[in-house]
């Protein structure tokens, strides 16, 4: 039966996002390697919170996430007025559309970007713009010139997924220079946490040096907490009061917050989940190298590994492949990037395991 109802124009030209694969038919465990998710887990503390709510689970939330900010403010020397939570950050970049663009705007994101993005802007009836990348890193120049009279967000990862790039402090704030002050700059610092390279920020200077900046981040990533959809945003005061007044009026569980609140305060948890994810961003490449694989130099917990034109060691072969091993990783086709695979950073005997398949498979005849 065909309904008489019809969507906003926008809506079905969306294309669904897809998580990572999380299950291998015909195998009851596998290596999973393709949501980015924290190789160490959650802080023993956050899980302690988290379970000590569940004889308050009758009792609403408390809708301005109150404690969680404030925590968050501590952790980070932030204002905790300033600060929004969310269903992780894909519901804050989703009310940034919300409240800033409508039918006719343009959205722009970059050509390898959080696939969000263009979800985002056409659910608000929005144009979606793909700005050309350079190496696979965000072009400032290119974002600048793709700017036009009816733009009204720039959406950029950074550091992006899935290549794992990023653009340095001074290149950010030559792309907020050179944006109108109408537009709106959404810096989505999702993995700023792993980033150690001495000349990244993550946008918090830029947020209090003007009205136009907003910088969103996650605990589904170093803090291990993706199950529970926790984000938040640093805004300047007049943005952080549009969100407060579209967003659910409890739109964070209180097993979250309260789990939040404890994972941001182990930042002992943080530095141990860093150092492991820092340490294989040193070793992955020269084991790639040494079964000829090359892969995108990444600053965040996964890396973006390129497949020779080969219909025997190709990304489509290399995933089957490692499937067949019990092993799962990303394909990125639906990015623009089908001779590549992104493998997350597991814990040791994972990504050894990875090491040895795909030498393997390089070394098949």
């Known amino acids: 039966m065909v309904s008489a109802l019809t969507p906003r124009p926008g809506i079905l030209e969306i294309s669904p996002y897809v998580g990572g694969r999380s299950r291998l038919e015909g195998r009851d465990t596998a290596i999973k390697l393709s949501s980015n998710e924290s190789a160490l887990g959650p802080s023993p503390h956050a899980l302690e919170a988290y379970r000590a709510l569940d004889q308050q689970l009758y009792r609403y939330p408390d809708g301005g996430s109150s404690v969680l900010t404030e925590a968050i403010g501590a952790a980070h020397g932030l204002d905790p007025a300033r600060i929004v939570c969310g269903a992780g950050s894909d519901e804050l970049l989703q009310l940034l559309a919300r409240g800033y663009v409508g039918p006719g705007d343009e ?54 997924n899935p290549t794992g790039t990023y653009v340095s402090t001074v290149e950010l704030k030559r792309l907020r220079a050179g944006l109108p002050e109408g537009v709106l700059l959404v810096i989505d610092a999702a993995y700023a946490e792993f980033v150690t390279a001495a000349d990244y920020s993550a946008g918090v200077a830029l947020v209090d040096d003007g009205e136009n900046v907003v910088m969103t981040r996650t605990f589904s990533k170093i803090y291990g907490l993706a199950g529970l959809r926790l ?46 994810n820092s340490r294989w961003l040193d070793r992955l490449p020269d084991m790639l190298r040494q079964r000829g694989l090359q892969m995108t130099p990444s600053v965040a917990n996964f890396v973006l590994v390129h497949f020779p034109d080969d219909a025997k060691r190709n990304a489509k072969a290399a995933e089957a492949f490692l499937n067949a091993r019990g092993i799962i990783v990303r394909n990125v086709t639906n990015y623009g990037l089908p001779h590549c695979l992104r493998i997350t950073i597991g814990l040791d005997h994972e990504m050894e395991a990875v090491a040895d398949a795909l030498e393997e498979l390089m070394a098949a005849p």
């Open 107 to 160: 959205v722009l994101y970059t050509q390898h970007g959080f696939l969000v993005y263009p979800i985002a802007a056409r659910a608000v009836g929005a144009i979606p713009v793909v700005v050309p990348e350079r190496a696979l890193t965000a072009d400032i120049d290119a974002i600048l010139a793709c700017v036009t009279a009816r733009t009204r967000i720039v959406f950029l990862a950074n550091p992006n």
């Open 231 to 276: 984000g938040w945003a640093y805004c300047p005061p007049s943005i952080a009061d549009v969100l407060h007044r579209i967003r659910g009026p409890f739109n964070v569980a209180s097993p979250a917050q309260f789990a939040g609140v404890a994972a941001v305060r182990d930042q002992a948890h943080v530095t141990r989940a860093r150092d492991h």
